[in-house]
């Protein structure tokens, strides 16, 4: 529903649009009217309401409102991290799988001027796929394609980071500069309304595609019209196919069986390879554990296997480590410096397996979260929605005995793959997963970090799993990789001070004062929302008083030692 206050008749024109293109209600309702002005002085129009009847009924005075209402923003190899990934990952895996031959499928919706599918068009050249490939391109304003027709370019289009690459490809006369044909021959224009049902079809060629880039268009649709855009372009895509989205997009995993994929700079996804190819990817179902000969336990509430709650009845004991001065320590070895609020890292300390005196017994009863009983100083983790709530009621998955013995003897071997598959990390459930990693963990560190990534395939956007990653590469004193998933963890979960506070640990570990501090006061800030009793997630039990006054006193210190004010 349109709200807001606006002049008699102009509501009626913004419902018009959601209805013919599916745009929602924008934001700011003044450029909203501003817009509609000025697209009604084009058409010589002062009367709303005889505007309101002449643009339901001409598709040109429909064009050229929607180019009001949306900015058609974009240059040439826009975000190039999208075309980074396209070059290094979709196209060497396409060519893997599919053979030399293989023609690439390409689609760009919402093209409006032509920088995007013809910055597709020259990356595609580029990488030898000149003869084999085939880029369509549309757009729901028929203005925009005939500028992406015309091909002519001013600086503009050529303002972005990575936009020379596609200098070779254009001739300057004057203050513009004409795409060549060699690149405009492989790009089919046409126009597309992505809110109607029309596609996807072979007749328009918007079908069994390899890669599509749907950017910074679906922020302007509403609820009901996203979902069924993302349904559709899961459809489109052949199996295996990638879709770019814009950072500013909604997440489309409720929508249609999106394979998440998480980078470094963000989320883009894949529709599941199917058939003979799935082998590419880790099995979609959960693998139970199996016994020491290699035979699945029985299942059922009196076998040695799953229950019906979905646990498995004994526990996974993490081994009790030596220290350094010949006592042991419940911790994972390599675990990064201490400095919490009881002298310890939030999420690396004793309850990874500490008993109840602290002299690194395995707490009685303590599974792979790590929890035990009451008092035995193991505090519960979750993952997944918990890891995200911090309620951490969800159920315990601990190992059966004979379980942990076969995890142990593949990772005797070296075996860490085999190793992660049996304590469960390549589980369905993210905390289940979670629960497998931080066992190995206790095991061999290194197992763990394989492990997260394995974990990770599954459960992409699990801001846990990227967390615990980053915790434990920062104990391999791996500090790049820890800077990486730590920034990932906060990328999936910007509101995770537990995140805020390990990324200030690693970047003060590499000497970047100025963003540590910057890091700790985010974690103080966070944590200061907070009633000061109350459990931070992710945080191993503490409350988020202490916390936020750890994260104060570490960017003061940092502060002093940079010679800045330490109020």
């Not at 050229?64 to 190899?77: Q, S, V």
């Amino acid at each position: 529903m349109i709200g807001g206050v606006l002049p008699p008749g102009f509501k009626e024109v913004l419902a018009l649009v959601e209805e013919r293109a599916g745009l929602a209600a924008p934001s700011c309702l003044a450029a909203a009217l501003e817009g509609i002005q000025r697209a009604m002085a084009r058409a010589n129009k002062d009367d709303v309401t005889r505007y309101l009847h002449e643009v339901a009924l001409d598709n040109a005075l429909f064009d050229d409102l929607l180019t009001e209402l949306t900015i058609g923003e974009t240059y040439f190899f826009r975000t190039h991290e999208h075309f980074d990934h396209l070059r290094r990952v979709v196209l060497p895996e396409l060519r893997e799988r599919r053979g030399q031959e293989h023609l690439v499928r390409a689609w760009s919706a919402a093209c409006s001027s032509g920088e995007e599918p013809y910055s597709i068009a020259a990356l595609l050249m580029a990488e030898g796929w000149e003869e084999h490939m085939t880029v369509r391109a549309t757009d729901v304003s028929r203005t925009a394609l005939s500028r992406a027709q015309q091909a002519r370019y001013t600086d503009w289009s050529l303002r972005g980071p990575s936009a020379d690459r596609m200098r070779a490809h254009l001739r300057q006369e004057g203050r513009f500069y004409w795409l060549s044909q060699d690149v405009k021959r492989h790009v089919q224009l046409g126009y597309l309304n992505l809110a109607l049902e029309t596609w996807p079809s072979a007749e328009s060629g918007i079908w069994q595609l390899d890669v599509i880039f749907c950017r910074n268009v679906l922020i302007y649709f509403n609820r009901a019209t996203i979902e069924g855009v993302a349904r559709r372009l899961h459809a489109s895509l052949d199996d295996g196919g990638y879709l770019f989205t814009g950072p500013s997009d909604p997440p489309l995993g409720d929508y249609a069986p999106f394979e998440p994929v998480l980078t470094e700079w963000g989320v883009l996804y894949r529709k599941p390879l199917a058939g003979a190819n799935a082998g590419h990817f880790v099995p979609l179902q959960p693998l139970a554990p199996l016994r020491a000969d290699g035979t699945p336990f029985p299942t059922g509430p009196q076998g040695t296997g799953r229950t019906g709650s979905g646990a498995f009845p004994a526990t996974l004991e993490p081994r009790a480590r030596p220290s350094p001065a010949g006592g042991s320590s419940g911790a994972a070895p390599g675990m990064p410096p201490t400095f919490g609020a009881d002298g310890s890292l939030p999420g690396a300390s004793a309850p990874w397996g500490t008993g109840p005196s602290g002299s690194g017994a395995p707490a009685s009863g303590a599974g792979p979260h790590g929890g035990g009983t009451p008092g035995s100083g193991a505090r519960p983790v979750s993952g997944g929605t918990a890891a995200r709530t911090g309620t951490g009621t969800r159920p315990r998955f601990p190992l059966s005995v004979e379980a942990l013995e076969t995890v142990r003897q593949a990772l005797a071997r070296g075996d860490w793959r085999e190793g992660a598959r049996r304590a469960g990390a390549q589980s369905a459930d993210p905390e289940e997963a979670l629960a497998a990693v931080r066992a190995l963990a206790n095991l061999e560190p290194r197992a763990a970090v394989f492990a997260c990534g394995e974990a990770a395939v599954r459960h992409p956007l699990v801001a846990g799993l990227r967390y615990l990653e980053a915790l434990l590469l920062l104990g391999q004193a791996r500090l790049a990789d820890a800077e990486k998933s730590a920034r990932q963890a906060l990328y999936l979960e910007p509101g995770l001070a537990v995140g805020h506070l390990l990324l200030g640990h690693v970047l003060r570990r590499q000497d970047q004062t100025a963003a540590a501090a910057r890091a700790y006061r985010e974690a103080e800030g966070l944590c200061r929302k907070l009633p000061p009793e109350a459990l931070v997630p992710l945080a191993e039990g503490e409350r988020a008083g202490a916390l936020a006054d750890v994260a104060r006193a570490e960017w003061r210190r940092l502060e002093r030692m940079e010679g800045g004010d330490a109020s």
